[in-house]
């Protein structure tokens, strides 16, 4: 299923943008946790998001990001296209980052269909409940080895999870952080990623989960909601 979003304007009231290309998405790797750069093309794409909102006189009072870098990225190339004059600086939450994909990060999709098998790559893609091995704890990849994640309690942060899993903590970033900010009223921009802003989408429009998890959102194309 590939997602058609609904038209920008100045209206809308919730904007959902996935990163624009990273360095793994060009190469096809499992990504999730691992804090990977935009391409130069990802930048290009960002900038093209920035100028389509811009165009739609589509302007945000609160801004929401994931803490990986390409989120982030992706997030200030848009906020200082609209607001050049202005410091606008996100909310970042770890329960919008991507998936955690475990012992698969890293791993290009063609690596794990020649260790695992082509049907259970397929079975760690699209199954709601498979769940790869985890990392280590001290392992790269894990949070306790990245000290951005340092405030949190280990035992609250992944190290792999099934998209079911994620999901939940999406939920909870949906009621904590998104919800009560759009019931106030406020323009908001959200700054994530394939596997998180598809739960978002499936809190907004119901989807079940066969058709979530399959949903294609491209890089960098604003989704927007106007209730």
């Known amino acids: 299923m590939v997602l058609a979003p ?8 919730l904007v959902l943008l996935r990163h624009g290309e990273s360095e793994w998405n060009a190469s096809s790797r499992f990504t ?8 130069p093309q990802g930048v290009i794409q960002a900038q093209k998001a920035a100028e389509l909102l811009r165009c739609a006189q ?9 803490m990986l870098s390409r989120a982030l990225c992706t ?4 906020a200082r296209h609209l607001y ?17 994909y475990g012992i698969l990060t ?11 098998g082509a049907l259970e790559l397929a079975n760690f893609r699209f199954n709601t409940d498979a769940r790869p091995t985890p990392v280590p704890p001290n392992a ?13 309690a280990a035992q609250s942060l992944p190290r792999a999870e099934s998209i079911s899993d994620a999901a939940i903590r999406v939920r909870a970033a949906w009621t904590d952080l998104i919800l009560p900010r759009i019931q106030a009223g406020k323009r ?21 989960d066969e058709t979530t998890a399959s949903m294609k959102i491209p890089n960098a194309q604003p989704v927007a909601y106007n209730d």
């Not at 609904?6 to 009231?13: E, F, R, T, V």
């Not at 890293?106 to 695992?116: C, D, H, I, L, P």
Request: contains cysteine; hydrophobic residues 35%; proline residues 10%.
């Open 32 to 39: 999730g946790w691992a804090d990977i750069d935009l391409t």
């Open 188 to 208: 908001v921009l959200v700054c994530a990623h394939g596997t998180t802003l598809r739960s978002l989408i499936q809190i907004i429009e119901g989807h079940p």
């Open 84 to 100: 050049p004059d202005h410091d606008r600086s996100p909310v970042t939450d770890w329960r919008l980052n991507e998936r955690h």
């Open 75 to 78: 997030y200030w190339i848009v």
């Open 58 to 66: 589509w302007s945000f009072d609160d801004g929401l990001s994931s």
């Open 140 to 152: 790269p990849y894990s949070p306790e080895s990245d000290p951005r994640y340092s405030p949190f």
């Open 6 to 13: 609904a038209p920008l304007g100045p209206q809308a009231k």
């Open 106 to 116: 890293g791993m290009t999709k063609a690596e794990v269909s020649a260790q695992y």
